[in-house]
Structure formats: structure tokens, C-alpha cells
């Protein structure tokens, strides 16, 4: 398929209608709005169902009843409106029931503004939701992934019958770039033979969503056979660590820089400018955020003297890249909020610091 | 011997966890033999909510979902637009239908989406103990009201079906109680309109029931059904607030 020029907001909703979605709930917010508003106008085309909800609560549970019916269903907001979702997103993760979420993130905590941030890693990482689940996380960083990772996030989550959330940002959502659409998948809704409203002839017996179990050996029954799926997709994504992080000239980095999303392709121009400088600069991805690439940062702790973690939060993923390293080398931290991005030069000036420190 | 009544086999075996002499049970009768009625159990998708009846799948042999507490209306839209076919309820209480899910209830008739929704108003939260809930009539005590509701404090109780009735879109909006057997034959009527009107895809249909709570009133079913007649029915008077289709001439 030919290159085409598309903001990454669009390049997902494309995306989500190539992997067979068909539903999508949502209720305005910026800086996601472009999503909405370009499925708005393609689902009618495709004989799909849009539906304005009226709050970020119904979205979510709007979703609950499609994914329990069977749909290639998704919804998408930023941080307030996700928040909003927390209730909404436990009780899919613990009915099961596969959905994409996308969280354009914005500055908070409270009204924030809508410039770019990376302070929902926790919410999204930990569940954000009360009790014991996971959703499986995922981090594009540039248009071509916001579409790539669309398609993937609709098979893991029916693959893993769990709610995949996609990690983006307000730089992602709306900058342009040059886009290949993946191919599109086929998908039957009556391969979901669990579904509600499900009624080939192989029906034995009723079918039932629920998320309630009153007993306690039930629940902790429930909890324990979600705790194994989440082993299932930590195995997933060891086994496949293409899928889970990219790794650029670490192989004789002495320090490795960490980030996701929009940051980690300024942290690529970072380590280029290292390399020129003739700083052994190394640059670790994660793809996928849940579960966390512990292992690889792990063994990469064993050659590396040094890491640098950049985010545009006060240091949430941070955490995750100490209990990887287990104190076996010292981790640092950059990280602007509000909307600041900061530059290379900024970063640069960190690295700066670390291996030269006088 | 001539059979004259039987269980609707859309009802289960189980035994209810409902206490004696609670209206659920009745309501759920209810709703069991009219889907047998219309033909349409093994196309038909119930939605509990939170609150005495959050086990009410347990009750029906039809597929069920579980949702939180007030989303109902939000959960039957999600599966309903999935699929258009299939006959889609939700079964709700007042705190859950009235209160936290308020805005679920007024959008989802709004938009007219072509479901039944079963409203079961006790004037009170049964399942957490017996709180207030927005249908509590005024100086009614209650655990959180123990000096009884206070109007110029606390409010004075919604009425669901005429706010309801006020929208555009819904087809059928009508209150019931089941606390005579005329009464019930009238809410059998009203859920089977209910439920017909849907199969014809005609629109968003609404039966508030005024039901009673003995446990969480401290009454004897007997006595509660009368209190029922006494006071909830003067302040939720039953009748058809809404027939745009004209079914309950036809
Ligand atoms: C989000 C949330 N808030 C509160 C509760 C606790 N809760 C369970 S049932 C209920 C009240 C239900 O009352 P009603 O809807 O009137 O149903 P009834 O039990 O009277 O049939 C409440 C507040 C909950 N489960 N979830
Ligand atoms: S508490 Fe009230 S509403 Fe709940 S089962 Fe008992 S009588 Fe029925
Ligand atoms: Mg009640």
C-alpha cells in the first residue's frame, strides 16, 4: 500500500477499522479529538456504530455490553475522561472481555491543561482500577505505530480476552507523518462463541458476563486464573522481545538511555549526538509497558554502567527500570511536566552531567 | 387433571436469594413469562444491576450481563447496537436507576435506544441495609435518614417515569405495582407491551414497578403491600405516561 500523510489520531481510528472494529464510544476530549471525529465519519461507512456517550462512564460501560456481546469494540479519552473509565476498565478486566482503550495523555493531575504528558504510566501500568488486574499497555511513537500497534491491540486483547490500553500522547495524536495502513484482518463475531447473544447450534448452555463472586474460594479462584493469564503475557512478550522493547546501539553502551513514546525518538537523536561526542550512548524502548521488559533492562544492567530514564513526568517509569536494575548499577532521571518536551540538547546536557561529572 | 398454571421454563431451578414476601421474585415471573409469550427467550439478553437483583441472572435461562452500579442502560446500548437483533433488558432498582445512574437512564431513552428497561421502585437501597434513596417518601425513616427525609434538606422523592416522559424519543413509558393479583395482571400487560414493542423495534420502552421492601420497611409482606396502596401510590400515581404507538388500545 502507497505512503499517505496522516495526523496519528486518524492513522489509529484507520487502523482500528482495518482490524475489523466496528464500534466505538466516546465522549469529547481534547487533544484526542481527531479520533472521534474521523470515526464519526468512517464507521456509517462501514456499517459500524458510533456513538457519542454522554460521559467517559458510559463510554466505558458502552463497551462493557458491546465487548460482552461479541464486538471488536474500542473507546478513547484523555487522562481526566480516562479516570473517569478506572471503574468501567476493572470490571472488563475482571469479566474478561478483550477491548481497545487509547489515552491521548494530557498534563495533570486534575484539569491539567492539554498539552503532552507521560504522567498516566502508574494509572495505566497498575491497573488504575480497584483490585487484583492487569491491562496489557502498549506505547507507539511515531504515526506508523499508532497504526501497526492498533491492529496488534485488537488480536492480544482477543487473543488474551483482556483490555489492551494504548499509551499515546498530545505530540502522537497530532503530528503528521508518513503512514503505510497495514493490511486489513478479517473478523467474525461468532468466533467469540462465549459472547452474549451468541446462538450457533453448538449452544449448549446460556452464556453469562459477570464480575461478581460472592465466595470467597470462587474469587480467589476467579483471581488466581487471571493471575496465570497475566503470567501467560509476561511469557508472551519475553519469548517475543521484538514485540516488547527496541534496543539501539546497546550492545557496547556504557550508558543507556530509557523512555517511551514520543520521548524515545528524541533520546534516538540524543544518542547519535553521544556517539559523535564519542560518549558510548546506548537507547532502550519499551513497546509494550505492561507487562515491563524487566528482563532485558536486567541483563543490560550487567554491561552497562549507567542509565539515564527521560520522561515528561516527575519520574513514573522510573520505578519500573530501579526494580529491573535491582541496584546493580545507578539510574538517573530527567523528566519535564506541563507540556514541556525537552529537547535533545536539554537531555544532552543531563548525559553531560552523569559521565562527566566535573 | 387440567393444568392451569405452570413455571415458565425461562425461569432456573434455583431457589431466590430474595426474603419472603419481597416484590422481586413476582417481577421476575413476570418478565420469564412474557419472553416465553413472545418467543423470544432464546434471543433475549438480560443486564443486572447492583443492588438486591445483581443476582438475577441466576434466576433466568437466558444470557446475562452483570454491569455496575447504575451503567445498565450504558451496558444494554453497547450490546443492543452489537447486536440489533436480540431482545435486550435491563432490570434496575431506584438507587441504581435514580440515583448514580441517573445520567445512563435519561441519555439512553433519549436516544431511543430500542431497549426494555424493568424499574423496580421500593423507595429504598435494599441490598446495602436500607438507606435513602432518591423515591424515599418525604419523612420516611431510614438508616440515613433516621429522623425521617426532610424535604428542604434531603429533597423530595423523583419520579422517574414522568421525567422520562418528558423526552422525544422513548415509545412507552408506564407505572406498575404488583401488589394485588388485578395489579399484577395489569404490570403482566405493561411488561408484555414493553417487551412487543421492542420485538417490533419501536423504540425505547420504560415499566417502573412500585414494589414493596419489607425487611428494609420492618414490615409484614401483608401489611407493606397496603402501606404501599396507602402512601407510595399517591405520590407515584400508576398509569401510561407515554404510548406514542398506541399499543395498550390496540
Ligand atoms: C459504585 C458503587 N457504589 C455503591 C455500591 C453499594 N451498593 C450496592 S447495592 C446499593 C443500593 C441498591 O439499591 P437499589 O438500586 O434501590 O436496589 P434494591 O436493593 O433496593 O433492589 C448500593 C449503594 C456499589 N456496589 N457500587
Ligand atoms: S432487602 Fe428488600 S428488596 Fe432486597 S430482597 Fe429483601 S425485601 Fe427484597
Ligand atoms: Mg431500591
Redesign the pocket.
Known amino acids: 500500500m502507497a505512503k499517505v500523510l496522516m495526523k496519528g489520531n486518524e492513522a489509529l481510528g484507520e487502523a482500528a477499522i482495518l482490524a475489523g472494529c466496528r464500534y466505538y464510544f466516546g465522549y469529547p476530549i481534547t487533544p484526542q479529538s481527531e479520533l472521534p471525529a474521523y470515526l464519526a465519519k468512517r464507521l456509517p461507512q462501514v456499517d459500524g456504530v458510533f456513538v457519542q456517550a454522554e460521559s467517559e462512564v458510559s463510554a466505558i460501560n458502552m463497551v462493557y455490553g458491546a465487548a460482552s456481546a461479541g464486538a471488536r469494540v474500542m473507546t478513547s479519552s484523555s487522562s481526566p475522561g480516562i479516570s473517569l473509565k478506572q471503574?468501567g476498565i476493572s470490571y472488563i478486566a475482571g469479566a474478561e472481555l478483550p477491548c481497545l482503550i487509547v489515552n491521548v495523555m494530557r498534563g495533570g493531575p486534575g484539569l491539567g491543561n492539554i498539552n503532552p504528558s507521560q504522567s498516566d504510566y502508574w494509572q495505566a501500568t497498575r491497573g488504575g482500577g480497584h483490585g487484583d488486574y492487569r491491562t496489557l499497555v502498549m506505547a507507539p511513537n511515531s504515526v506508523q505505530e499508532m497504526a501497526d500497534f492498533t491492529l496488534a491491540a485488537f488480536e492480544y486483547a482477543d487473543r488474551f480476552r483482556n483490555p489492551v490500553l494504548m499509551l499515546s500522547d498530545g505530540v502522537l495524536g497530532q503530528m503528521m507523518e508518513p503512514v503505510v495502513m497495514p493490511s486489513p484482518k478479517d473478523y467474525d463475531i461468532d468466533s467469540k462463541k462465549w459472547a452474549l447473544g451468541y446462538t450457533g447450534k453448538d449452544k449448549t448452555a446460556r452464556n453469562l458476563c459477570t464480575s461478581i463472586f460472592m465466595g470467597q474460594e470462587e474469587l480467589e479462584e476467579h483471581n488466581w486464573s487471571l493471575y496465570q493469564k497475566y503470567q501467560v503475557i509476561t511469557d508472551f512478550f519475553k519469548a517475543n522481545k521484538e514485540l516488547a522493547v527496541e534496543e539501539y546501539l546497546c550492545d557496547d553502551a556504557e550508558i543507556i538511555l530509557v523512555g517511551y513514546g514520543i520521548i524515545s525518538r528524541i533520546l534516538k537523536t540524543v544518542v547519535e549526538k553521544c556517539r559523535k561526542r564519542g560518549i558510548k550512548a546506548g537507547l532502550v524502548r519499551p513497546k509494550v509497558l505492561w507487562p515491563f521488559p524487566s528482563e532485558i533492562i536486567s541483563k543490560l544492567a550487567d554491561k552497562a554502567s549507567k542509565f539515564l530514564v527521560v520522561e515528561m513526568s516527575y519520574g513514573q517509569m522510573v520505578e519500573d527500570v530501579k526494580l529491573a536494575v535491582e541496584g546493580k548499577k545507578p539510574v538517573y532521571f530527567f523528566g519535564r511536566t506541563g507540556g514541556a518536551v525537552p529537547s535533545d540538547f536539554e537531555i544532552l546536557n543531563e548525559v553531560d552531567k552523569i559521565v562527566r561529572p566535573d | 387433571m387440567k393444568q392451569v398454571f405452570g413455571k415458565t421454563k425461562v425461569l432456573s431451578a434455583n431457589p431466590t436469594h430474595y426474603c419472603p414476601g419481597c416484590d422481586?421474585g413476582i417481577v421476575h415471573r413476570l418478565i420469564a413469562e412474557t419472553l416465553e409469550e413472545l418467543e423470544v427467550a432464546d434471543k433475549a439478553i438480560g443486564i443486572a444491576?447492583?443492588?438486591?437483583?445483581v443476582f438475577a441472572y441466576d434466576y433466568f435461562n437466558i444470557d446475562f450481563n452483570q454491569a455496575?452500579?447504575g451503567r445498565a442502560p450504558a451496558v444494554a446500548t453497547g450490546i443492543k447496537r452489537t447486536r440489533p437483533d436480540s431482545i435486550v433488558f435491563t432490570y434496575?432498582?431506584?438507587?441504581?436507576?435514580a440515583a448514580?445512574g441517573t445520567a445512563e437512564i435519561i441519555h439512553a431513552a433519549n436516544r431511543g435506544e430500542n431497549i426494555t428497561v424493568v424499574f423496580?421502585n421500593?423507595g429504598?437501597?435494599?441490598?446495602?441495609g436500607g438507606?435513602m434513596?432518591p423515591t424515599t417518601l418525604v419523612g420516611m425513616k431510614t438508616q440515613t435518614s433516621p429522623y425521617g427525609r426532610d424535604a428542604a434538606t434531603m429533597g423530595s422523592p423523583i419520579r422517574v417515569s414522568e421525567i422520562i416522559a418528558t423526552l422525544e424519543s422513548p415509545a412507552y413509558v408506564t407505572r406498575v405495582t404488583v401488589n394485588t393479583i388485578a395489579n399484577q395482571m395489569k404490570a403482566k400487560k405493561a411488561i408484555k407491551n414493553a417487551f412487543t414493542l421492542q420485538k417490533e423495534k419501536k423504540g425505547f420502552s420504560f415499566v417502573e414497578v412500585v414494589c414493596i421492601?419489607p425487611t428494609n420497611w420492618g414490615k409484614k409482606p401483608t401489611d407493606a403491600h397496603k402501606w404501599l396502596a396507602e402512601n407510595m401510590l399517591p405520590v407515584f400515581p400508576l398509569g401510561t405516561f407515554k404510548d406514542i404507538h398506541g399499543i395498550e388500545k390496540a
Open positions: 471503574e | 422481586h444491576p447492583v443492588g438486591c437483583s455496575a452500579h434496575q432498582g431506584d438507587g441504581d436507576l448514580i423496580i421500593n429504598i437501597y435494599g441490598m446495602t438507606q434513596a421492601c
